[in-house]
C-alpha cells in the first residue's frame, strides 16, 4: 500500500516539473539535439558512489535543515506528510525499520536516486542554456524554477538522508 501511496507525490511532481521542459524541447529544438543532450546527461548514471560523496555538500545535518531540505521531504515519496497518512492506516507502518539490511538498503538508495536527479540537473542545465542562447528569458526562468525544485532539492535531500545514516551504515557491525 505505501508504494501505491508514494506513486502519488512521484507522478504528481514529474508531471508538474517536467511538462515544462517537455514542452520546451518540442517547441524549440530538433528531435536529434534533444537527444543528444539527453544522452550526455545521463552520464553521471555510470560515476562511482565516491563521486556523489565528494560533490556533497556538507557532512551535517544541520546545514540542510537551514536550507529548508527538512520541509520538502515533507512532500516526497516516503515524506512526513505521506508517512503520517499511512501511519493512521497502519499503525505499526516505518519507512525504516532498525535492522541493519533496511538502513543499508535505505543509504545506498540515496546513491540511486542522486544520480536520477543529477542526471535531469544536467540535461534542465544544458536545455536551460540553450534558452538563454536563443534570448527565450521566460523560458530560463521557468527551467531555472523547475531544475531547483526537481532535481537540486532532491539532491540535497538524497545528501540529507545520507549524512542522518552514514554513522549507523559505517558501524562495522553493520557491514
Not at 53 to 79: A, C, E, K, M, P
Request: hydrophobic residues 45%.
Amino acid at each position: 500500500m505505501a508504494g501505491i501511496y508514494n506513486m502519488i507525490p512521484n507522478l504528481l511532481w514529474t508531471a508538474l516539473f517536467l511538462i515544462p521542459i517537455t514542452i520546451f524541447c518540442y517547441t524549440f529544438l530538433r528531435p536529434k539535439t534533444t537527444y543528444i543532450l539527453l544522452g550526455v546527461s545521463l552520464i553521471p548514471i555510470f560515476f562511482p558512489n565516491s563521486f556523489l560523496d565528494r560533490i556533497q555538500l556538507s557532512r551535517r545535518s544541520h546545514w540542510y535543515r537551514r536550507i529548508g531540505v527538512r520541509y520538502i521531504n515533507t512532500f516526497t515519496q516516503n515524506g512526513s506528510f505521506l508517512n503520517r497518512i499511512l501511519r493512521k492506516k497502519y499503525a505499526n507502518f516505518k519507512v525504516l525499520s532498525n535492522t541493519k539490511s533496511s538502513i543499508k538498503k535505505q543509504y545506498y538508495q540515496t546513491y540511486f536516486f542522486e544520480k536520477f536527479h543529477f542526471s535531469l540537473f544536467l540535461f534542465f542545465t544544458m536545455i536551460t542554456i540553450y534558452a538563454g542562447l536563443q534570448s527565450k528569458f521566460g523560458w530560463v526562468i521557468i527551467l531555472i524554477m523547475c531544475n531547483l525544485l526537481y532535481n537540486i532539492y532532491p539532491n540535497l535531500l538524497q545528501q540529507y538522508i545520507r549524512v542522518k545514516l552514514k554513522s549507523a551504515v559505517t558501524d562495522k557491525k553493520i557491514l
